[in-house]
């Protein structure tokens, strides 16, 4: 596993348009979300990392869901050398962590590209017109650690967002396995 960092994408810099299908095969389009405060998130299935924060992350997802953030996760690992990241094992992965948000395959590994997204997990928080008001870690919590996982960090930013206001620009790169390139 190579412990790999967020690529710290510069602060307000415009979302990439997407347009993906859920494992269920569901168009899901990045223009769903127009004027709405957006979190895309690249995560996985077998990721360490990941694995570590998954039942806090489907917890932030429904109660931020509530408050008015909108969310998505994206699959980019190429699913022919790491068969547990199939859209078929995603559905599964979905359903045990109890996400609520659409989990999106990233076939092409375009939008990850597109996104500048490193690593599993790699959070990317938009406002409501689309600019990048958050890049980084969950928390400071790692399979390492000794820390629950909290999300304290997207927590914040979140919050900021949600309220008009910009998140502190003083912000930690996630870490994580790298993005299973094809």
């Known amino acids: 596993m190579s412990l790999t960092p967020s690529k710290m994408v510069e602060l307000g810099s415009p979302m990439p348009a997407f347009h993906l299908r859920d494992a269920h095969g569901q168009p899901v389009s990045s223009e769903q979300y127009l004027d709405t405060p957006l979190l895309v998130t690249f995560i996985c299935n077998h990721c360490p990392f990941v694995k570590h924060i998954a039942y806090a992350f489907s917890d932030f997802a429904q109660e931020y869901r509530d408050h008015g953030l909108a969310i998505v996760a994206i699959n980019s690992n190429d699913f022919s050398t790491h068969p547990e990241d199939s859209p078929e094992h995603m559905i599964e992965e979905a359903r045990r962590r109890g996400y609520t948000f659409p989990y999106l395959v990233d076939e092409t590994q375009r939008v990850a590209r597109a996104f500048g997204a490193s690593c599993t997990p790699d959070f ?17 919590s790692r399979p390492s650690k000794d820390l629950p996982a909290t999300g304290k960090d997207l927590r914040a930013a979140a919050d900021a967002v949600l309220s008009g206001e910009t998140p502190d620009p003083d912000q930690m790169p996630s870490i994580g396995c790298n993005i299973k390139w094809k």
Do not use: E, I, T
Not at 124 to 140: I, P, T, V
């Open 124 to 140: 990317f928080l938009f406002d409501r017109h689309h600019r990048l008001a958050y890049r980084g870690q969950f928390d400071a």
